[in-house]
């Protein structure tokens, strides 16, 4: 699997995943990696509760969409997206457990900022990784 570096304005490196990742099994892995590599720094993350995978989705995974998907209608959401407070354990385990499978996840940090977009069921993926995430992805991948 090859990770392209990108620098872009703000600072830090951006790294890229792109148009690799179309196994679900090596998606579900390096989604992992990945939510691995940002650390603590995520704080929440906003997903699509719907994926192009119906007729292969694990079960886990699909366990997990139901719930994301009563979380939906406890908050009133129109739509498919929803928050996830990654403060909180059982949420963030339902991150974990859908996040190679959703249409589109972005996750930001305490501060608002975008630190990782997980596209087209992690088909491609783009970071912003602190130095150590780096050599952490590396070796997991």
């Known amino acids: 699997m090859q990770l392209n570096v990108e620098q872009r304005d703000a600072p830090g490196a951006w790294f890229t995943i792109a148009e690799a990742v179309k196994d679900r099994e090596l998606a579900q892995r390096t989604s992992a990696a990945v939510l ?13 509760v719907h994926t192009d995978y119906g007729r292969v989705i ?12 009563r979380l939906l209608k406890l908050r009133r959401r ?3 997206t929803v928050d996830v407070d990654l403060s909180d354990a059982a949420q963030a385990d339902l991150l974990r457990r ?4 959703s249409i589109n996840v972005d996750i930001y940090d305490k501060h608002d900022g975008l630190i990782a977009n997980f596209h087209d069921c992690a088909y491609t993926i783009i ?4 130095p150590e995430g780096v ?4 070796a997991d991948l």
């Open 135 to 138: 050599s952490q992805l590396a």
């Open 127 to 130: 970071m912003r990784l602190p």
């Open 36 to 48: 691995g590599a940002l650390g603590t720094r995520p704080a929440v993350a906003r997903l699509d």
């Open 78 to 80: 129109r739509g498919t």
């Open 58 to 69: 694990t079960p886990d995974a699909l366990d997990a969409e139901d719930r994301l998907e």
């Open 98 to 101: 859908y996040l190679a499978w």
